[in-house]
């Protein structure tokens, strides 16, 4: 594991339920597990990707560790600081040290406001700048995210998808935050356009010293953005280790699954196609012992009954399967 000088933020045992109502009194029946007990730690300046299919509670993890979400159980602590205590005064000054990017550009910005109030927003809130000094900041975020003075007297609606993330970056940026969540933020875009976008955050990352959960489902952005890999199944960590040995080493019978699905851009190579079996479980009743066991074909009687826990394979990579020594050879 990491030194505590080098951890940013602290995750244990984190949880968190959404209630499923039915009847005519609305009376809660179940709960949807979306994140149901996991430890993570995310060290200074680096870039750790959140990764798994749709549904595995990458984005919930994403928004309660900024508590946007409410946590059901667990901690998140931020520079030694425990959120899940903290008052509404202290979390109101510890987040100006965390931000986000949300995925679609498109629902993220208020349509109604012009783009100098929606960069200016957290500066008015946190800070006691005059108007004036607000418009400088905003224009100096602006032209260091690529664009010019005047698009801040626009509204989104003018803007292409490409530019609009831009502004979403600029207001994450703008009270220059330690931390922020990256939930999927060029999934809706375009393929050149994404490449762009990619590289305005390596840069913003370099010269800000950011921190950034980087949540996604495609591997071949991970491949060029991360320096370590977190990957998610059904609520829980199942993999976790730095990006180049998740990819030449990938343990965990999910992982598999998901690297086998990386294209290829050679018509002529021949890849390994590995299909998971059946579907996805339901996450108001997951199955018992291994959540993949239902899917993966090197399935025991242990899957089935004993849950696994992360395990040190080597170094830094950890991964949470009963039969992970037949795969890591």
Wanted: hydrophobic residues 35%.
């Amino acid at each position: 594991m990491v030194t505590n000088n080098n951890v940013l933020i602290e995750i244990n045992s984190l949880k968190k339920y959404f209630p499923v109502r039915s009847g005519i009194f609305l009376r809660v029946k179940k709960y949807v597990r979306a994140v149901d007990g996991v430890d993570l730690v995310i060290k200074r300046n680096e870039t750790l990707a959140l990764v798994g299919e749709s549904g595995c509670g990458k984005t919930t993890i994403g928004r309660t560790i900024l508590h946007l979400t409410e946590p059901t159980d667990g901690e998140v602590v931020f520079e030694g600081k425990n959120l899940t205590n903290a008052s509404k005064e202290e979390l109101m000054q510890l987040r100006k040290g965390m931000q986000i990017v949300f995925q679609n550009p498109y629902t993220s910005l208020h349509p109604r406001k012009l783009v100098k109030d929606i960069v200016g927003e957290p500066l008015k809130i946190h800070t006691n700048l005059s108007s004036v000094e607000i418009l400088n900041k905003v224009k100096e975020t602006l032209e260091s995210v690529g664009l010019r003075e005047e698009h801040m007297y626009r509204y989104p609606h003018e803007f292409s998808g490409g530019q609009r993330q831009r502004i979403a970056v600029a207001r994450a940026i703008i009270l220059k935050p330690k931390f922020i969540v990256l939930d999927e933020p060029t999934s809706a875009l375009d393929v050149s356009v994404q490449a762009r976008i990619l590289n305005l955050l390596n840069e913003l990352k370099e010269e800000l010293s950011l921190t950034y959960l980087f949540i996604t489902h495609d591997l071949a952005v991970v491949d060029y953005m991360a320096d370590r890999v977190a990957v998610m199944y059904l609520g829980k960590i199942v993999e976790l280790g730095k990006k180049d040995d998740i990819f030449s080493k990938p343990t965990h019978p999910y992982t598999r699954v998901l690297e086998a699905a990386i294209p290829i851009p050679d018509p002529f190579f021949k890849k390994e196609k590995i299909l998971p079996k059946g579907e996805v479980p339901d996450p108001a009743n997951p199955p018992k012992g291994c959540r993949f066991h239902t899917r993966c074909d090197y399935s025991i009687d242990k899957c089935e009954k004993v849950e696994p826990v992360l395990e040190n394979i080597e170094g830094e990579h950890y991964v949470a399967c009963h039969r992970w020594r037949e795969i890591y050879k």
